[in-house]
């Protein structure tokens, strides 16, 4: 049997995702869904056409019943923030689309894993894992995945090193506030802070490492691309062909994405990211690193913040 993915919106990130997943072999079945299904029959006329040079692959348009049976849904549904609008109306008018998504695609998949991507995401996966009656261990949002990649794509571009070498992560809410617990960074396996007096003599000359401009850069960077071009779409289709190889693959991995808490670090009953084992069989749990107690208080912050906005919601 091949492997079928959903994707739900054919916005901006919808349909690069789907495009993304289309240029890989990690499914042999794509649907995409949207309220406007001439943008959505649009988007694959154009994605299919290009399939040409590679392996055959079916993607189709269609209605939640063509959702059947898929391993993966990717949901991506949702307005972006209008001049003027505050915060939480923005919250509001996501929520409600999700609502209104939800019983519609889980009664056709019921089996699948679910991923997050509208924002807020960490809003959402709670209010989807609140509302959808599938099981915590299939939803995950991809929360600071693509947070965790720009602080570590800015780390590889500083020490000129391989981002693979880079271990640093960001965690708590997508958004504001979150933080970087940077007792537990390590560049090649050792501490960030020591990393400079271990660097070989030919890379000497390496500026010290910006904590704060680190933290504002990876807090800002959509805001900025937003600022430029619009929307931000190609580095968060290719989170979300990771996280799909994660689910897909044969072992379990490692990733920061937001789902639901339950005790760790002291924090329940809120989705936030912190480091979360991901595999085929979805979710299994955190897994708890010794941050300081200046860090934890960080992340309880986080939690607050999403707690304070969730409060303010009708669920």
């Known amino acids: 049997?091949?492997?079928?993915?959903?994707?739900?919106?054919?916005?901006?990130?919808?349909?690069?995702?789907?495009?993304?997943?289309?240029?890989?072999?990690?499914?042999?079945?794509?649907?995409?869904?949207?309220?406007?299904?001439?943008?959505?029959?649009?988007?694959?006329?154009?994605?299919?056409?290009?399939?040409?040079?590679?392996?055959?692959?079916?993607?189709?348009?269609?209605?939640?019943?063509?959702?059947?049976?898929?391993?993966?849904?990717?949901?991506?549904?949702?307005?972006?923030?209008?001049?003027?609008?505050?915060?939480?109306?923005?919250?509001?008018?996501?929520?409600?689309?999700?609502?209104?998504?939800?019983?519609?695609?889980?009664?056709?998949?019921p089996k699948a894993k679910y991923l997050i991507v509208s924002n807020p995401i960490d809003i959402l996966t709670y209010v989807f894992t609140k509302i959808s009656g599938i099981p915590e261990e299939q939803i995950i949002g991809s929360g600071t995945l693509l947070d965790t990649a720009r602080l570590r794509s800015l780390m590889s571009d500083h020490y000129q090193v391989n981002q693979r070498n880079c271990h640093a992560f960001v965690f708590g809410e997508h958004g504001d506030s979150s933080f970087v617990?940077?007792?537990?960074?390590?560049?090649?396996?050792?501490?960030?802070?020591?990393?400079?007096?271990?660097?070989?003599?030919?890379?000497?000359?390496?500026?010290?490492?910006?904590?704060?401009?680190?933290?504002?850069?990876?807090r800002t960077s959509?805001?900025?691309?937003?600022?430029?071009?619009?929307?931000?779409?190609?580095?968060?289709?290719?989170?979300?062909?990771?996280?799909?190889?994660?689910?897909?693959?044969?072992?379990?991995?490692?990733?920061?994405?937001?789902?639901?808490m339950h005790g760790e670090y002291g924090i329940d009953d809120v989705c936030l990211s912190c480091l979360t084992v991901l595999g085929p069989d979805g979710c299994k749990g955190k897994i708890k690193l010794e941050l300081t107690d200046e860090e934890v208080v960080k992340l309880h912050h986080s939690a607050n913040v999403l707690k304070d906005v969730i409060a303010q919601l009708d669920i």
């Open 181 to 218: 617990p940077w007792s537990v960074a390590k560049v090649s396996g050792v501490p960030l802070h020591l990393y400079a007096e271990q660097m070989p003599e030919a890379m000497l000359n390496v500026e010290p490492w910006d904590y704060d401009y680190a933290e504002k850069y990876v």
């Open 1 to 109: 049997m091949g492997v079928k993915i959903t994707v739900i919106g054919a916005g901006n990130v919808g349909a690069t995702v789907a495009y993304t997943l289309s240029n890989t072999n990690l499914a042999s079945e794509i649907v995409v869904i949207d309220i406007n299904r001439d943008k959505a029959d649009g988007e694959v006329m154009d994605i299919m056409q290009g399939t040409a040079f590679r392996g055959p692959i079916t993607i189709t348009s269609g209605g939640y019943e063509d959702a059947v049976d898929s391993d993966i849904v990717v949901i991506t549904s949702g307005v972006g923030r209008k001049p003027g609008q505050s915060r939480i109306d923005l919250v509001r008018t996501n929520v409600a689309i999700l609502k209104d998504i939800t019983p519609q695609i889980v009664k056709y998949a």
């Open 222 to 260: 959509g805001g900025e691309i937003i600022k430029r071009k619009g929307a931000t779409f190609y580095a968060i289709a290719e989170a979300v062909k990771d996280l799909c190889k994660t689910l897909l693959s044969a072992y379990d991995s490692v990733k920061c994405v937001s789902t639901m």
